[in-house]
């Protein structure tokens, strides 16, 4: 069974950092791509950062600069570092894993989602 364990949120004062982690684990599949999203109350939750097995990144439009993503060694573990916190960085983080879960020998196969449990940032003075 597929695990995404969260660390590192917590209470940070505008223009702080702050380091999340998330270590996958429980499968022998590949992952195609590791990512932080954040949700506040009422929003839609939205894309922070996304680091693909093949290293390449993308960030949404309100953190690039500010926000760094990374992979562990192993591959199964990600990491934001996140500096210059604002306080309309305050929400929940959730860690998201896909999965390439391959069902034949010619390599066909799908693409599954598993999700954290969320972590709390708070920004405040």
């Known amino acids: 069974q597929v695990q995404l364990v969260e660390s590192g949120g917590g209470l940070a004062r505008p223009g702080g950092s702050l380091r999340l982690s998330c270590a996958a684990s429980?499968?022998?599949?590949?992952?195609?791509?590791m990512g932080w999203y954040r949700q506040v109350p009422g929003e839609e939750r939205e894309l922070v950062a996304v680091i693909t097995s093949d290293g390449s990144t993308n960030y949404g439009d309100s953190v690039k600069g500010r926000f760094t993503i990374s992979r562990g060694n192993s591959k199964t573990t990600v990491f934001l570092q996140m500096n210059s916190l604002k306080p309309e960085d305050t929400a929940v983080y959730y860690c998201k894993a896909v999965f390439r879960i391959v069902v034949s020998v010619e390599g066909a196969g799908f693409d599954k989602d598993y999700w954290g449990q969320g972590t709390q940032v708070t920004v405040s003075p």
């Open positions: 429980g499968s022998r599949n590949s992952i195609k791509t």
